[in-house]
């Protein structure tokens, strides 16, 4: 980082504690809170803590019997559980994205996950929540799993965050390498240890950072495949080895929890436990759970996109609350710039809106609406208007093959389901409610025309393939010369075999 940017965040921290020397010349009533929930004082520290591929039901709290999750439980126990989160997509790069930015990956040009050959990215003109969060002095940082390009003007440090240690991208990509900061470190991964090593970046982190408001971003690898886990938790969980890699994400929780309780952070520190995305289905054991929702990765349907989140926030959370608003990832950077006095950007379109007053109080959601992103293309998929969700044809293979191959990618028409009388989505509605489905149409369309009006430019997701056109005549020699080869290996092997049978007739004879 340059000197430039430390120097504007210390003058920032420093107004901002002189002004809160002020306050009490000002009386006490300048100190009582907003009502609406979006105003505090002394702005809360953040932490988001993201796994990968985890199920709905792969926590106690959102329904597993067979893994245990003490800690994540705990949390909810003594915070806020929101049974009706999303992910802003049903796959890793795009509802990261999401996350970061408060808007939809089609807003971006973002399709799919990139790609270890990939040379595209989330364009670095993107404003991240930690981008948000350094106009209000806040130090930021992430340990874990980055995903959104893995490009230099692409990563972390280009976006915001002034420490990073962490992979580029997926646990089963190749280059899988750590990074610190912006130098590489050449050594193969133990990934046994992966949790561990995050989990002591971000504690490290945390007790260097105490003295000022920050922002870490603790991104898992797990439970994504392949699955590994450290020594003292293999064998541990009912749930196989899948459920000895969950429990040891909740350890990897607590210990974050017990930090904070041990620098006397905990009360006003914002912890959001969350997925970015469904179960990884088609993985068999070693994918996780969706609980009562339909499918899983990859899907538009509730498994895909629904997630197990949890909020914890002593100062202003309630224990034992529980808030079943629509809320989603991209409600996150509006949330956290309002906590933190930061106005959102004017020059583009932010998807998501400020939820401080869902995550302090009982209040409902006035509009509960959610738009669904295809985990392919570029387009919505599908809309949640309240109770009802409309989910727009599909062309694939045929629908008897999913329960082999449960990859979410077989036909079907148009859907129209009550997600309250009907939350396993059986019961398509569509012709009982011509009006609704037509009106809930028309409001996806207008979302994608919004889109295109911004002309995103698609992102490649993976290398190009080569341009081979030309190669005829060198393609013709090989071949040639590979023949000429296979004939000379084919003819010592003819040779090898008469000199054997001929040394056998000979004995046979002389015999």
């Known amino acids: 980082m340059t000197q430039c940017p430390n120097l504007a965040r210390t003058l920032t921290r420093w107004l901002s504690g002189g002004c809160l020397l002020l306050l009490p ?142 992979v580029p991208f997926s646990n089963d990509m190749a280059n899988f390498f750590f990074y610190e900061n912006q130098k590489i470190i050449h050594e193969p991964i133990d990934q046994r240890y992966l949790t561990k090593r995050y989990t002591e970046k971000a504690l490290d982190y945390i007790e260097r950072h105490q003295k000022a408001p920050f922002f870490l971003y603790l991104a898992h690898s797990m439970p994504h495949v392949p699955l590994y886990v450290s020594p003292e938790f293999e064998g541990k969980s009912e749930g196989g080895l899948y459920g000895d890699v969950v429990e040891e994400l909740d350890w990897s929780t607590g210990e974050v929890m017990d930090k904070l309780a041990e620098l006397d952070l905990l009360d006003n520190t914002l912890v959001i436990f969350t997925s970015d995305n469904g179960p990884w289905l088609g993985m068999g054991d070693h994918a996780g759970t969706a609980g009562p929702l339909r499918d899983g990765k990859g899907s538009a349907f509730e498994g895909g996109q629904r997630v197990p989140t949890v909020a914890h926030w002593p100062a202003r959370i309630a224990p034992g609350s529980v808030q079943n608003s629509v809320a989603s990832f991209v409600d996150l950077m509006p949330t956290f710039s309002a906590l933190a006095g930061v106005e959102l950007p004017t020059d583009r379109a932010i998807d998501g809106e400020d939820i401080t007053h869902l995550l302090t109080s009982e209040v409902e959601r006035e509009e509960q609406r959610f738009f669904y992103m295809s985990a392919g293309s570029a387009e919505v998929t599908g809309y949640r208007d309240g109770d009802w969700k409309i989910k727009l044809p599909r062309k694939g293979y045929p629908v008897l093959i999913e329960p082999i191959l449960k990859m979410d990618r077989y036909s079907h028409g148009l859907l129209l389901f009550n997600l309250k009388d009907d939350p396993y989505e059986q019961n398509n509605l569509v012709d009982e409610h011509p009006e609704r489905v037509a009106a809930m149409q028309q409001i996806i369309a207008d979302l994608e025309t919004n889109i295109a009006a911004e002309k995103p430019r698609q992102r490649y997701m993976r290398g190009t393939r080569s341009d081979k056109k030309g190669y005829g005549p060198l393609l013709v020699k090989g071949g040639l010369l590979a023949m000429v080869l296979l004939g000379l290996v084919l003819g010592a092997f003819y040779g090898v075999y008469r000199l054997i049978r001929r040394l056998f007739k000979s004995k046979s004879v002389g015999a």
Request: hydrophobic fraction near 35%.
């Open 25 to 166: 010349l000002l009386g006490s009533a300048a100190v009582e809170p907003d009502t609406t929930g979006s105003a505090q004082i002394t702005p809360p520290n953040i932490i988001v803590i993201l796994a990968d591929d985890l199920g709905y039901g792969d926590i106690g709290s959102f329904g597993s019997e067979t893994i245990d999750t003490p800690r994540i439980d705990e949390m909810a126990e003594q915070g806020l559980k929101l049974p009706q989160f999303y992910a802003a997509a049903p796959v890793c790069t795009p509802s990261r994205a999401g996350l970061l930015t408060g808007r939809y990956s089609a807003r971006m040009g973002i399709e799919h996950v990139f790609m270890y050959d990939a040379h595209d990215g989330m364009d670095s003109s993107e404003i991240t929540i930690a981008e948000q969060l350094q106009k209000a002095g806040y130090d930021t940082g992430m340990v874990g799993k980055w995903h959104p390009g893995h490009l230099d003007r692409y990563m972390p440090w280009n976006q915001g965050f002034e420490e990073f240690y962490g």
